[in-house]
């Protein structure tokens, strides 16, 4: 079983910037892709980045590419998102996902479910 941790959810003005961070504890060995998403209330939980553990290649969606970049700590089994140039609509509770689960970018993105693992969420607000 694995359980995830996310912090550093902040409130900051457009054009900010901040880093999530997702700390996964337990059984950690067999995952195979870390994602983040976001959710706002009434709507879908969107995919919006994500990496395989080994090898590191990543995936963004498009309204977030070249602002934000997902990397990953082995040494410390953590996981981070730097979020650059945040507009209004990045407003969101923010969720990292893992999973065991082998798939393709695309489906990181698009499929929520295939992750199996998932932390509280962290509040990220992008006001003026």
């Known amino acids: 079983h694995v359980q995830l941790v996310e912090s550093g959810g902040v409130s900051v003005p457009p054009g900010g910037s901040m880093t999530l961070s997702c700390t996964p504890s337990?059984?950690?060995?067999?995952?195979?892709?870390m994602g983040w998403f976001r959710q706002t209330p009434g709507k879908e939980r969107e995919g919006v980045a994500g990496?395989?553990?080994?090898?590191?290649?990543?995936i963004y969606a498009d309204s977030v590419k070249g602002r934000f970049t997902i990397s990953q700590d082995v040494a410390k089994s953590t996981v981070y998102l730097q979020m650059n140039s945040l507009k209004p609509e990045d407003t969101a509770m923010y969720y990292c996902?893992?999973?065991?689960?082998?798939?393709?970018?695309?489906?990181?993105?698009?499929?929520?479910?295939?992750?199996?693992?998932w932390g509280q969420g962290t509040q990220v607000t992008v006001s003026s």
């Open positions: 990496i395989y553990t080994s090898g590191s290649a990543t």
């Open positions: 996902g893992a999973s065991r689960v082998l798939m393709t970018p695309t489906q990181a993105l698009t499929i929520s479910s295939l992750f199996r693992f």
């Open positions: 337990g059984y950690t060995t067999r995952t195979n892709c």
